[in-house]
Protein backbone atom coordinates (compact mmCIF):
# COMPACT_ATOMS: atom_id res chain seq x y z
CA UNK A 1 0.00 0.00 0.00
CA UNK A 2 1.30 3.35 -1.00
CA UNK A 3 2.55 5.49 1.79
CA UNK A 4 1.62 9.17 0.64
CA UNK A 5 -0.60 10.94 2.41
CA UNK A 6 -4.63 9.89 2.34
CA UNK A 7 -6.63 12.78 2.12
CA UNK A 8 -11.15 11.68 1.92
CA UNK A 9 -12.02 12.60 -1.50
CA UNK A 10 -15.00 14.13 -0.30
CA UNK A 11 -15.08 17.24 1.64
CA UNK A 12 -18.03 19.34 3.67
CA UNK A 13 -16.63 22.45 1.33
CA UNK A 14 -15.20 23.19 -1.39
CA UNK A 15 -11.22 23.69 -1.36
CA UNK A 16 -8.60 24.94 -4.03
CA UNK A 17 -7.45 21.91 -5.44
CA UNK A 18 -3.79 23.82 -5.85
CA UNK A 19 -1.19 21.34 -7.81
CA UNK A 20 1.34 24.23 -7.97
CA UNK A 21 1.23 27.52 -6.73
CA UNK A 22 4.02 30.64 -7.41
CA UNK A 23 4.17 34.12 -5.86
CA UNK A 24 2.79 37.21 -8.02
CA UNK A 25 4.57 40.85 -7.87
CA UNK A 26 1.74 40.85 -5.01
CA UNK A 27 3.29 38.45 -3.21
CA UNK A 28 -0.37 36.51 -3.64
CA UNK A 29 -0.48 32.58 -4.33
CA UNK A 30 -1.33 31.99 -8.20
CA UNK A 31 -3.53 28.91 -8.89
CA UNK A 32 -1.89 26.21 -11.86
CA UNK A 33 -4.01 23.37 -12.82
CA UNK A 34 -1.51 20.15 -12.87
CA UNK A 35 -2.86 19.69 -16.46
CA UNK A 36 -1.43 22.97 -17.49
CA UNK A 37 1.97 22.25 -16.30
CA UNK A 38 2.73 19.64 -18.02
CA UNK A 39 0.94 20.62 -21.08
CA UNK A 40 3.69 23.64 -21.58
CA UNK A 41 6.26 20.81 -21.37
CA UNK A 42 4.92 18.48 -23.16
CA UNK A 43 4.76 21.35 -26.09
CA UNK A 44 8.52 22.15 -25.14
CA UNK A 45 9.03 18.49 -25.87
CA UNK A 46 7.31 18.78 -28.91
CA UNK A 47 9.20 22.25 -29.99
CA UNK A 48 12.73 20.60 -29.46
CA UNK A 49 12.25 17.21 -30.84
CA UNK A 50 10.29 19.27 -34.13
CA UNK A 51 7.16 17.73 -33.80
CA UNK A 52 4.64 19.94 -35.25
CA UNK A 53 1.58 17.88 -33.59
CA UNK A 54 2.12 17.02 -29.74
CA UNK A 55 1.01 13.66 -28.58
CA UNK A 56 -0.28 12.45 -25.16
CA UNK A 57 -0.55 8.61 -24.72
CA UNK A 58 -1.56 6.38 -22.13
CA UNK A 59 -1.57 2.46 -22.28
CA UNK A 60 -2.71 -0.35 -20.46
CA UNK A 61 -2.79 -4.04 -20.86
CA UNK A 62 -6.42 -6.04 -21.49
CA UNK A 63 -6.24 -8.33 -18.44
CA UNK A 64 -9.56 -7.24 -17.36
CA UNK A 65 -11.35 -4.28 -16.56
CA UNK A 66 -9.76 -0.94 -15.66
CA UNK A 67 -11.16 -0.40 -12.54
CA UNK A 68 -11.11 3.55 -11.20
CA UNK A 69 -8.00 3.95 -10.35
CA UNK A 70 -6.21 2.47 -12.85
CA UNK A 71 -8.40 5.08 -14.84
CA UNK A 72 -6.08 8.14 -13.79
CA UNK A 73 -3.77 6.95 -17.24
CA UNK A 74 -6.88 7.66 -19.52
CA UNK A 75 -8.25 10.75 -18.09
CA UNK A 76 -5.72 12.53 -16.59
CA UNK A 77 -4.28 12.03 -20.07
CA UNK A 78 -7.36 13.52 -21.36
CA UNK A 79 -6.74 16.84 -19.50
CA UNK A 80 -3.25 17.37 -20.06
CA UNK A 81 -4.63 17.00 -24.31
CA UNK A 82 -7.47 19.39 -23.56
CA UNK A 83 -4.89 21.57 -21.97
CA UNK A 84 -2.64 21.40 -24.80
CA UNK A 85 -5.57 22.38 -27.04
CA UNK A 86 -6.63 24.97 -25.60
CA UNK A 87 -3.36 26.89 -26.06
CA UNK A 88 -3.97 26.61 -29.68
CA UNK A 89 -1.98 23.78 -30.28
CA UNK A 90 -2.22 20.51 -32.43
CA UNK A 91 -2.48 17.44 -30.09
CA UNK A 92 -3.86 13.64 -30.40
CA UNK A 93 -4.38 11.50 -27.69
CA UNK A 94 -3.73 7.80 -27.90
CA UNK A 95 -4.59 4.96 -26.30
CA UNK A 96 -2.02 1.25 -26.39
CA UNK A 97 -3.80 -1.75 -26.07
CA UNK A 98 -1.67 -4.03 -24.61
CA UNK A 99 -3.06 -7.18 -26.49
CA UNK A 100 -0.12 -9.15 -26.71
CA UNK A 101 0.63 -9.25 -23.33
CA UNK A 102 -0.14 -12.94 -21.44
CA UNK A 103 -2.87 -13.82 -19.61
CA UNK A 104 -1.52 -14.58 -16.23
CA UNK A 105 -4.04 -15.71 -14.22
CA UNK A 106 -8.45 -15.20 -14.53
CA UNK A 107 -10.33 -12.93 -12.59
CA UNK A 108 -12.87 -14.46 -10.16
CA UNK A 109 -15.89 -11.51 -12.27
CA UNK A 110 -15.67 -9.36 -15.02
CA UNK A 111 -17.41 -6.96 -17.11
CA UNK A 112 -19.49 -8.21 -20.48
CA UNK A 113 -20.08 -5.57 -23.14
CA UNK A 114 -22.42 -3.44 -21.18
CA UNK A 115 -20.11 -3.28 -18.53
CA UNK A 116 -22.43 -5.27 -16.28
CA UNK A 117 -20.88 -8.06 -14.04
CA UNK A 118 -20.52 -11.30 -14.91
CA UNK A 119 -18.90 -14.21 -12.45
CA UNK A 120 -17.27 -16.94 -13.83
CA UNK A 121 -18.66 -20.49 -13.48
CA UNK A 122 -16.43 -23.42 -12.89
CA UNK A 123 -17.38 -24.74 -16.43
CA UNK A 124 -16.23 -21.31 -17.60
CA UNK A 125 -12.88 -21.30 -15.57
CA UNK A 126 -11.92 -24.86 -16.64
CA UNK A 127 -11.74 -23.70 -20.03
CA UNK A 128 -9.79 -20.15 -19.49
CA UNK A 129 -7.36 -22.49 -17.75
CA UNK A 130 -5.90 -23.44 -21.14
CA UNK A 131 -4.92 -19.84 -22.49
CA UNK A 132 -2.79 -18.53 -19.43
CA UNK A 133 0.19 -17.63 -21.04
CA UNK A 134 -1.67 -16.65 -24.07
CA UNK A 135 -1.45 -13.26 -25.78
CA UNK A 136 -4.65 -11.95 -24.93
CA UNK A 137 -5.45 -10.47 -28.75
CA UNK A 138 -5.79 -14.77 -29.69
CA UNK A 139 -7.68 -15.49 -26.77
CA UNK A 140 -11.41 -16.08 -27.50
CA UNK A 141 -14.07 -14.09 -26.32
CA UNK A 142 -15.81 -15.21 -23.30
CA UNK A 143 -19.05 -13.61 -23.40
CA UNK A 144 -18.48 -13.45 -27.99
CA UNK A 145 -19.17 -10.39 -28.47
CA UNK A 146 -16.00 -9.75 -30.05
CA UNK A 147 -13.61 -11.14 -31.34
CA UNK A 148 -10.99 -11.85 -28.62
CA UNK A 149 -10.15 -11.56 -25.27
CA UNK A 150 -8.30 -8.25 -25.37
CA UNK A 151 -10.55 -6.92 -28.01
CA UNK A 152 -13.84 -7.53 -25.36
CA UNK A 153 -12.07 -5.74 -22.44
CA UNK A 154 -10.06 -2.49 -24.56
CA UNK A 155 -13.79 -2.34 -25.69
CA UNK A 156 -15.24 -1.97 -22.03
CA UNK A 157 -12.40 0.49 -21.60
CA UNK A 158 -13.13 2.35 -24.16
CA UNK A 159 -16.87 2.52 -23.83
CA UNK A 160 -16.95 3.63 -20.50
CA UNK A 161 -14.38 6.85 -21.65
CA UNK A 162 -16.98 7.35 -24.21
CA UNK A 163 -19.68 7.77 -21.70
CA UNK A 164 -17.84 10.47 -19.96
CA UNK A 165 -16.77 12.31 -23.07
CA UNK A 166 -13.62 10.65 -23.96
CA UNK A 167 -12.35 9.00 -26.98
CA UNK A 168 -9.18 8.23 -27.56
CA UNK A 169 -7.07 6.67 -30.89
CA UNK A 170 -6.65 3.54 -30.23
CA UNK A 171 -3.70 1.33 -31.41
CA UNK A 172 -3.73 -2.20 -30.43
CA UNK A 173 -0.09 -3.90 -29.97
CA UNK A 174 -1.01 -6.91 -31.49
CA UNK A 175 -2.11 -5.23 -35.41
CA UNK A 176 1.96 -2.85 -34.68
CA UNK A 177 3.38 -5.50 -34.48
CA UNK A 178 1.78 -7.81 -37.36
CA UNK A 179 1.52 -4.79 -39.58
CA UNK A 180 5.08 -3.68 -39.09
CA UNK A 181 4.40 -0.74 -37.45
CA UNK A 182 6.78 -1.75 -34.66
CA UNK A 183 9.41 -3.43 -36.46
CA UNK A 184 12.14 -0.91 -37.05
CA UNK A 185 11.73 -0.48 -33.19
CA UNK A 186 11.90 -4.58 -32.43
CA UNK A 187 15.16 -4.33 -34.84
CA UNK A 188 17.09 -1.62 -33.60
CA UNK A 189 16.48 -3.21 -29.60
CA UNK A 190 17.93 -6.64 -31.27
CA UNK A 191 20.81 -5.15 -32.80
CA UNK A 192 21.86 -3.48 -29.57
CA UNK A 193 20.85 -6.51 -27.14
CA UNK A 194 24.10 -6.35 -25.51
CA UNK A 195 23.96 -2.76 -24.38
CA UNK A 196 19.92 -3.20 -23.46
CA UNK A 197 21.29 -5.91 -20.56
CA UNK A 198 23.91 -3.02 -19.58
CA UNK A 199 21.69 -0.65 -19.77
CA UNK A 200 18.87 -2.57 -17.69
CA UNK A 201 21.35 -4.49 -15.75
CA UNK A 202 21.74 -0.70 -13.83
CA UNK A 203 17.91 -1.17 -12.46
CA UNK A 204 17.26 -5.16 -12.04
CA UNK A 205 18.86 -8.08 -10.92
CA UNK A 206 19.97 -11.13 -12.42
CA UNK A 207 20.16 -9.99 -16.30
CA UNK A 208 21.07 -12.75 -18.04
CA UNK A 209 24.13 -12.43 -19.94
CA UNK A 210 22.85 -14.56 -23.03
CA UNK A 211 18.93 -12.59 -22.38
CA UNK A 212 17.94 -11.75 -25.64
CA UNK A 213 15.13 -9.25 -25.54
CA UNK A 214 11.93 -10.94 -27.41
CA UNK A 215 8.97 -13.47 -26.71
CA UNK A 216 8.05 -15.14 -29.48
CA UNK A 217 4.68 -16.80 -29.91
CA UNK A 218 5.41 -20.53 -29.69
CA UNK A 219 3.74 -21.83 -33.26
CA UNK A 220 3.28 -25.55 -30.62
CA UNK A 221 1.15 -24.64 -27.96
CA UNK A 222 0.12 -20.59 -28.32
CA UNK A 223 1.99 -19.23 -25.47
CA UNK A 224 3.91 -16.00 -25.46
CA UNK A 225 5.83 -17.17 -22.23
CA UNK A 226 8.68 -18.48 -24.59
CA UNK A 227 12.59 -17.79 -24.40
CA UNK A 228 14.85 -16.61 -27.12
CA UNK A 229 17.26 -17.95 -27.51
CA UNK A 230 19.27 -16.76 -30.78
CA UNK A 231 18.22 -13.80 -33.19
CA UNK A 232 19.98 -13.53 -37.08
CA UNK A 233 19.56 -10.01 -38.01
CA UNK A 234 20.15 -11.72 -41.83
CA UNK A 235 16.45 -13.04 -42.10
CA UNK A 236 15.53 -11.41 -38.90
CA UNK A 237 14.14 -14.56 -36.86
CA UNK A 238 14.07 -15.23 -33.63
CA UNK A 239 14.83 -18.57 -32.36
CA UNK A 240 13.42 -19.66 -29.34
CA UNK A 241 12.10 -22.46 -26.80
CA UNK A 242 8.64 -22.55 -24.79
CA UNK A 243 10.00 -23.24 -21.54
CA UNK A 244 7.67 -21.01 -19.24
CA UNK A 245 7.89 -18.50 -17.12
CA UNK A 246 7.74 -16.74 -14.09
CA UNK A 247 5.06 -13.80 -14.64
CA UNK A 248 4.66 -10.77 -12.18
CA UNK A 249 7.16 -12.51 -9.98
CA UNK A 250 4.16 -14.99 -8.71
CA UNK A 251 2.47 -16.96 -11.60
CA UNK A 252 3.81 -19.27 -13.14
CA UNK A 253 3.46 -20.83 -16.08
CA UNK A 254 4.46 -23.97 -17.84
CA UNK A 255 5.83 -24.02 -21.65
CA UNK A 256 5.44 -27.51 -23.85
CA UNK A 257 9.40 -27.63 -24.73
CA UNK A 258 9.13 -26.82 -28.14
CA UNK A 259 11.59 -24.72 -30.03
CA UNK A 260 11.40 -23.15 -33.46
CA UNK A 261 11.74 -19.35 -35.34
CA UNK A 262 9.54 -16.79 -34.93
CA UNK A 263 9.79 -13.22 -36.81
CA UNK A 264 9.96 -10.02 -35.38
CA UNK A 265 6.03 -10.12 -36.03
CA UNK A 266 5.40 -13.37 -34.64
CA UNK A 267 5.98 -11.87 -30.38
CA UNK A 268 6.81 -8.72 -29.15
CA UNK A 269 9.71 -6.89 -26.37
CA UNK A 270 9.62 -7.19 -22.63
CA UNK A 271 7.33 -4.71 -21.56
CA UNK A 272 10.20 -1.85 -20.07
CA UNK A 273 11.29 -1.87 -23.23
CA UNK A 274 7.90 -2.23 -25.26
CA UNK A 275 7.02 0.74 -23.50
CA UNK A 276 9.49 2.87 -24.80
CA UNK A 277 9.92 1.36 -27.88
CA UNK A 278 6.28 3.32 -28.19
CA UNK A 279 7.29 6.48 -27.20
CA UNK A 280 9.42 6.71 -30.23
CA UNK A 281 7.38 5.21 -32.53
CA UNK A 282 4.20 7.04 -31.56
CA UNK A 283 6.20 10.21 -31.06
CA UNK A 284 5.07 10.67 -27.46
CA UNK A 285 5.42 14.29 -25.70
CA UNK A 286 3.88 13.50 -22.60
CA UNK A 287 2.29 10.47 -20.89
CA UNK A 288 0.94 9.94 -17.14
CA UNK A 289 1.13 6.76 -15.12
CA UNK A 290 1.28 5.70 -11.55
CA UNK A 291 3.93 6.22 -8.71
CA UNK A 292 4.52 2.04 -9.16
CA UNK A 293 5.88 2.79 -12.80
CA UNK A 294 7.60 5.97 -11.33
CA UNK A 295 9.88 4.11 -9.13
CA UNK A 296 10.60 1.25 -11.25
CA UNK A 297 10.19 1.21 -14.68
CA UNK A 298 9.90 5.19 -15.71
CA UNK A 299 13.35 5.16 -14.24
CA UNK A 300 14.85 2.45 -16.59
CA UNK A 301 12.60 3.93 -19.38
CA UNK A 302 14.58 7.53 -19.69
CA UNK A 303 18.36 5.59 -20.05
CA UNK A 304 16.76 3.15 -22.42
CA UNK A 305 15.00 6.40 -24.52
CA UNK A 306 18.39 8.09 -24.65
CA UNK A 307 20.94 5.25 -24.82
CA UNK A 308 18.84 3.12 -27.16
CA UNK A 309 16.64 4.39 -28.97
CA UNK A 310 18.06 7.94 -29.15
CA UNK A 311 15.22 9.72 -28.14
CA UNK A 312 13.79 12.06 -25.22
CA UNK A 313 11.42 10.92 -22.87
CA UNK A 314 8.74 12.20 -22.95
CA UNK A 315 7.42 14.50 -20.06
CA UNK A 316 5.35 12.41 -16.90
CA UNK A 317 3.00 13.28 -14.85
CA UNK A 318 3.19 10.45 -11.74
CA UNK A 319 0.01 9.82 -9.86
CA UNK A 320 -0.70 8.43 -6.23
CA UNK A 321 -3.38 5.54 -6.01
CA UNK A 322 -7.16 5.41 -5.30
CA UNK A 323 -8.72 3.80 -2.25
CA UNK A 324 -12.13 2.60 -2.30
CA UNK A 325 -14.10 2.37 1.09
CA UNK A 326 -9.87 2.73 2.74
CA UNK A 327 -8.86 -0.93 0.47
CA UNK A 328 -7.01 -1.00 -2.38
CA UNK A 329 -9.17 -1.90 -5.22
CA UNK A 330 -8.62 -5.72 -6.61
CA UNK A 331 -11.21 -8.00 -8.68
CA UNK A 332 -10.32 -10.47 -5.82
CA UNK A 333 -12.07 -7.67 -2.88
CA UNK A 334 -14.98 -7.96 -5.28
CA UNK A 335 -14.26 -3.70 -5.43
CA UNK A 336 -12.61 -3.32 -8.46
CA UNK A 337 -15.50 -0.84 -9.74
CA UNK A 338 -15.26 0.78 -13.27
CA UNK A 339 -16.53 3.59 -14.84
CA UNK A 340 -20.04 1.91 -15.62
CA UNK A 341 -20.04 1.25 -11.92
CA UNK A 342 -19.96 5.29 -11.32
CA UNK A 343 -22.15 6.12 -14.11
CA UNK A 344 -24.53 4.76 -12.45
CA UNK A 345 -24.82 6.95 -9.78
CA UNK A 346 -22.76 9.75 -10.98
CA UNK A 347 -23.12 12.61 -13.61
CA UNK A 348 -20.17 12.42 -16.22
CA UNK A 349 -19.23 16.21 -15.27
CA UNK A 350 -19.14 15.24 -11.48
CA UNK A 351 -16.70 11.93 -12.53
CA UNK A 352 -14.46 14.28 -14.67
CA UNK A 353 -14.32 16.56 -11.55
CA UNK A 354 -13.39 13.50 -9.39
CA UNK A 355 -9.81 13.00 -12.04
CA UNK A 356 -9.06 16.53 -11.90
CA UNK A 357 -7.87 16.42 -7.98
CA UNK A 358 -4.03 16.83 -7.05
CA UNK A 359 -2.55 13.61 -8.87
CA UNK A 360 -0.14 13.17 -5.86
CA UNK A 361 -2.56 12.94 -3.06
CA UNK A 362 -3.94 9.35 -2.16
CA UNK A 363 -7.73 9.48 -1.98
CA UNK A 364 -10.27 7.01 -0.06
CA UNK A 365 -13.07 6.91 -2.81
CA UNK A 366 -15.68 6.50 -0.02
CA UNK A 367 -19.03 5.32 -1.82
CA UNK A 368 -21.35 5.36 1.41
CA UNK A 369 -20.79 9.00 1.15
CA UNK A 370 -21.06 9.55 -2.55
CA UNK A 371 -23.39 12.51 -1.63
CA UNK A 372 -20.22 14.33 -0.72
CA UNK A 373 -18.67 14.86 -4.07
CA UNK A 374 -21.88 15.03 -5.55
CA UNK A 375 -22.26 18.03 -3.17
CA UNK A 376 -18.71 20.06 -3.75
CA UNK A 377 -18.92 19.74 -7.58
CA UNK A 378 -22.07 21.48 -7.32
CA UNK A 379 -20.45 24.59 -5.39
CA UNK A 380 -17.40 24.15 -7.68
CA UNK A 381 -19.87 24.76 -10.71
CA UNK A 382 -21.89 27.59 -8.76
CA UNK A 383 -18.38 29.07 -8.07
CA UNK A 384 -17.68 29.26 -11.95
CA UNK A 385 -21.34 31.13 -12.86
CA UNK A 386 -21.11 33.56 -10.38
CA UNK A 387 -16.90 34.18 -11.32
CA UNK A 388 -15.30 33.92 -7.47
CA UNK A 389 -12.90 31.32 -8.32
CA UNK A 390 -9.85 31.16 -10.67
CA UNK A 391 -9.77 27.52 -9.75
CA UNK A 392 -13.32 27.03 -11.28
CA UNK A 393 -12.93 29.15 -14.06
CA UNK A 394 -9.91 26.88 -15.39
CA UNK A 395 -11.25 23.39 -14.34
CA UNK A 396 -15.21 24.08 -14.55
CA UNK A 397 -14.85 24.23 -18.99
CA UNK A 398 -12.74 21.03 -19.12
CA UNK A 399 -15.41 19.09 -17.51
CA UNK A 400 -17.67 19.25 -20.38
CA UNK A 401 -18.39 18.09 -24.01
CA UNK A 402 -20.75 21.02 -24.53
CA UNK A 403 -20.09 24.14 -22.14
CA UNK A 404 -23.74 24.62 -20.29
CA UNK A 405 -24.79 28.84 -21.58
CA UNK A 406 -25.85 28.89 -17.70
CA UNK A 407 -25.98 27.43 -14.38
CA UNK A 408 -27.47 23.98 -15.12
CA UNK A 409 -30.60 23.47 -12.24
CA UNK A 410 -28.79 20.90 -9.80
CA UNK A 411 -31.47 19.29 -6.75
CA UNK A 412 -29.07 18.46 -3.45
CA UNK A 413 -28.19 14.64 -4.33
CA UNK A 414 -29.20 13.85 -0.85
CA UNK A 415 -32.45 15.65 -1.18
CA UNK A 416 -32.85 13.61 -4.12
CA UNK A 417 -32.09 10.41 -2.08
CA UNK A 418 -34.97 11.21 0.37
CA UNK A 419 -37.49 11.92 -2.41
CA UNK A 420 -36.77 8.45 -3.96
CA UNK A 421 -37.48 6.80 -0.87
CA UNK A 422 -41.12 8.22 -0.76
CA UNK A 423 -41.92 8.30 -4.45
CA UNK A 424 -41.42 6.65 -7.57
CA UNK A 425 -38.88 9.15 -9.83
CA UNK A 426 -41.45 11.06 -12.07
CA UNK A 427 -43.21 11.74 -8.66
CA UNK A 428 -40.56 12.60 -6.49
CA UNK A 429 -39.92 15.28 -9.23
CA UNK A 430 -43.32 16.40 -9.23
CA UNK A 431 -43.08 16.41 -5.24
CA UNK A 432 -39.96 18.78 -5.85
CA UNK A 433 -42.11 20.96 -7.62
CA UNK A 434 -44.57 20.93 -4.86
CA UNK A 435 -41.86 22.00 -2.17
CA UNK A 436 -40.90 25.05 -4.21
CA UNK A 437 -37.59 23.25 -5.09
CA UNK A 438 -37.73 23.24 -8.36
CA UNK A 439 -40.69 25.67 -10.55
CA UNK A 440 -43.18 24.24 -12.24
CA UNK A 441 -42.50 25.77 -15.89
CA UNK A 442 -37.89 24.02 -15.58
CA UNK A 443 -36.95 24.37 -18.96
CA UNK A 444 -37.06 20.52 -20.60
CA UNK A 445 -33.19 20.67 -20.47
CA UNK A 446 -33.13 21.06 -16.31
CA UNK A 447 -36.17 19.04 -15.66
CA UNK A 448 -33.81 15.79 -17.32
CA UNK A 449 -30.72 16.67 -15.15
CA UNK A 450 -33.07 16.60 -12.44
CA UNK A 451 -34.92 13.47 -13.09
CA UNK A 452 -31.30 11.82 -13.76
CA UNK A 453 -30.28 12.96 -10.63
CA UNK A 454 -33.22 11.45 -9.13
CA UNK A 455 -32.18 8.25 -10.77
CA UNK A 456 -28.71 8.21 -9.68
CA UNK A 457 -29.54 8.64 -6.42
CA UNK A 458 -32.15 5.76 -5.68
CA UNK A 459 -29.24 3.50 -7.53
CA UNK A 460 -26.47 4.70 -5.32
CA UNK A 461 -29.01 3.99 -2.48
CA UNK A 462 -29.80 0.83 -3.58
CA UNK A 463 -25.77 -0.22 -4.14
CA UNK A 464 -23.50 2.23 -2.02
CA UNK A 465 -25.67 3.79 0.56
CA UNK A 466 -25.54 2.40 4.24
CA UNK A 467 -28.42 2.71 6.42
CA UNK A 468 -27.59 6.22 7.79
CA UNK A 469 -29.21 7.59 4.42
CA UNK A 470 -32.68 5.89 4.52
CA UNK A 471 -35.13 7.78 6.18
Known amino acids: MATGPVKNLFTHSFKPNLFQVSGNSKGKDRFVFWADAVAESAIEHAKRNGMTVVTIKSGGSPSGPKHLGNMNDQIRAFFIYDAVKRRGVSARLIYTNDDMDPLRTIPPSVPNGDGKRHSFTERELSTLEKYLGWPYSRIPDVFGCHGSWGEHFNSVIQDGLSRIGIVMENYDNSESYASGRFLDATRLTLSKTALVREVLSRFQRNIEKNWIPFHPVCSNCGKITTTALSFDPGSETVEYECKGRVLAGKYVIKGCGHRGFS ?139 TLPSKKPLRVSYLLASYAVQFYPVEEAYRSLIRAGVVKEDACEEDRERVLRRLRLAKNWLSTFADASKYV
Do not use: C
Not at 294 to 311: D, F, M, N, T, V
Open 263 to 401: TLREGKLPWRLEWVAQWMVFQVNAEPFGKDHYEGSWKSGQALAREIYGIEPPASLVYEFFLVNGEKMSSRRGNAYILHDLLKVLEPEVIRYLYTKRPMMQRNIDLKNLHLLVEEFDRFEESFFKGTSEEAARIYPALFT
